[in-house]
């Protein structure tokens, strides 16, 4: 990579925005907030003219990482004017949401990412499918940069190589992803501290949607092939935002028999958000047959059909690659 393009672009911009992804996780909250506050520490110029932009709604157990309560949602800075726009852990541009008409009108676009689906679509491309988490590219680029890496700074970063990595358990896990973490628990992260934010601090609601799914999940194939499918009156149910559907395609995935797992769940009466998971195919090759797309065992895509109905063309895609 061409470290450099980096700190030559920061410098060059005068106003600057880093935008997340829809249904924002612990990587790209993470990642923005790291590399919000690594702009504001080494490039003097940009004091109060860097914005941070979420889609949808920032989930309770993240609030606790570094700078989120200065984020803005895309609607309140569709006027702004930016020099530069960087997505991070955004596999697809469609996966901007409302963001995607800010980025697409600013001159000069950066790309920071780790899915191997991701097609460099920006103007300047960090892209690196062999990361465990947007977060472990911008460490190697501030670390490549010697830029200075402080406290919240270190908070962000490991947030997002905790969650990516499923708490160091999923095959994206490496010598190189411990030792990274090594280095910013020595640059002031806190292990226990993060770990409970993000794995033992869930909404009541959100663990009881939980159970209520996996009591309903679907078993097929000789139970190779574990599911569930979440309608919007489920989640009226439970009064639960969108995010309480985090981590349950791992819950259903963690079973012995599990070799492929899913979630299909209803966006609105044509469309259904799919999140797929696996132990041993290549779930972005079906996640890409939906214009989806992210890593081996852990993909997604969008599917502009009812949910039923999406239920079963991924079922039918599921069942192709297994064979």
């Known amino acids: 990579m061409d ?3 980096f700190k030559d672009t920061i410098q060059a911009a005068k106003r600057i925005v880093i935008i997340s992804h829809v249904n924002p996780d612990g990587d790209t909250l993470g990642s923005m907030s790291a590399l919000y506050q690594v702009i504001l520490n080494n490039f003097d110029h940009t004091k109060d003219s860097v914005d941070m932009v979420y889609n949808g709604i920032i989930p309770e157990i993240y609030k606790f990482i570094p700078f989120l309560d200065e984020a803005k949602k895309p609607e309140q800075v ?8 960087i997505a991070v852990d955004i596999a ?23 899915h191997k689906t991701n097609n460099n679509y ?10 465990c988490s947007c977060g472990e590219v911008l ?9 200075n890496i402080d406290k919240k700074t270190a908070w ?44 033992e601090s869930k909404p009541r609601n959100m663990v ?15 139970n190779r092939i574990a599911g569930v499918c979440i ?39 044509n469309t259904t958000k799919v999140s797929l998971r696996s132990k041993t195919i290549d779930v972005s090759k079906v996640a890409q047959v939906f214009n989806g797309g992210g890593h081996t065992f852990a993909a997604g895509c969008t599917i502009r059909k009812p949910l039923k109905i999406a239920k079963d063309k991924i079922l039918e895609e599921i069942r192709k690659a297994l064979g």
């Open 92 to 114: 697809a541009k469609d996966r901007m949401g409302d963001s995607l008409p800010l980025y697409e009108r600013t001159e000069t676009k950066m790309n920071i990412d780790h």
């Open 231 to 269: 309608s919007n009156k489920d989640m009226e149910k439970f009064h639960a935002s969108n995010d309480y559907t985090e981590g349950l395609v791992e819950e259903l995935r963690r079973i012995g028999t599990t070799e492929v797992s899913y979630v299909a769940k209803e966006v609105d009466e």
């Open 208 to 222: 009881l949607l939980h159970a209520h799914c996996m009591i309903n999940a679907d078993f097929t194939d000789n």
């Open 122 to 131: 920006g103007t300047v491309n960090f892209v690196r499918g062999d990361a």
């Open 156 to 199: 962000g970063l490991y947030a997002a190589l905790l969650t990516d990595t499923g708490g160091f358990r999923y095959d994206n896990t490496d010598a190189d992803t411990l030792l990274k973490s090594a280095e910013l628990i020595k640059l002031g992260a806190e292990p226990a501290k993060i770990a409970r934010f993000c794995y």
């Open 78 to 85: 569709k006027d702004e004017l930016y020099d530069l726009a």
């Open 139 to 147: 460490f190697d680029i501030f670390k490549a940069l010697d830029l």
């Open 3 to 5: 470290f450099k393009s």
